[in-house]
């Protein structure tokens, strides 16, 4: 039976525990059976704090070491896949303007990488430019296998081979916009040539006189 006063804490295996990857609360749960069911995280936490034991979170672990980890690779919006990949260069230099940017206060860290511009990279042995375009052949964006991915060097070269031969759907309201960006164009160049028509006028009458 555990005695009810000051707790026996074994310090250094719960240094081991620690270093291992353990939680403050995997900790405290183990302790509890094992050791005096008044244990807690928060009670190790300050064993911990009192030893000099270096501690993370007292939740789960981020990355690996949570439970619902699932390898870093997350599918997002339009079927796409992200991979973690911290440390690329895209991510770096995102990270570097938003930290200018925050001027101090925090700021979300950029921590992923599209796959298929990442595998693309490895198979060409080099960082991909900004400009540089990774297409799905086969329409599919989940499908990253290496034969289904083509290289453009820029996104107009891959418009236009993405778009040819394909007659575009426009929605009701898609062509309502285009007839209005349409309209707006014409009378702007109408305006100029009465403007520009209006000026070689005054610059007529100014010469007579």
């Known amino acids: 039976m555990p005695k009810y006063d000051a707790i026996d804490y074994p310090v250094e295996l719960i240094r081991e525990w620690i270093s291992s990857g353990d939680t403050q609360q995997v ?6 059976k094992q050791l ?16 000099g034991i270096g501690c993370q979170r007292t939740g789960p672990r981020a990355g690996e070491g ?26 770096v230099a995102l990270n570097a303007r938003r930290a200018e940017k ?3 206060a ?31 052949i086969d329409g ?18 891959h418009l236009a081979f993405d778009l040819k031969g394909k007659c575009p759907e426009w ?12 309209r707006k164009r014409r009378a702007s160049a109408h305006q100029r040539r009465e403007r520009d028509a209006q000026e070689q006028l005054r610059t007529m009458i100014l010469s007579i006189d």
């Open 27 to 32: 900790i405290a749960d183990r302790l509890r």
């Open 36 to 51: 005096d069911p008044r244990i807690t995280a928060k009670l190790i936490y300050k064993v911990c704090k009192k030893n």
């Open 66 to 91: 949570h439970p619902k980890w699932t390898g870093g690779r997350v599918r997002v919006k339009h079927g796409y896949i992200k991979v973690a990949c911290p440390d690329h260069p895209s991510c």
């Open 102 to 104: 925050a001027n101090g």
């Open 106 to 136: 925090y700021y979300p860290k950029q921590k992923y990488v599209w796959e298929h511009r990442l595998l693309m990279e490895k198979k060409l042995g080099r960082y991909l430019t900004e400009n540089e375009v990774v297409h799905h």
């Open 140 to 157: 599919n964006t989940s499908n990253n296998a290496l034969e289904n991915l083509m290289l453009f060097q820029t996104n107009a070269e």
């Open 171 to 182: 929605t009701p309201e898609g062509k309502a916009a285009i007839l209005v960006a349409v």
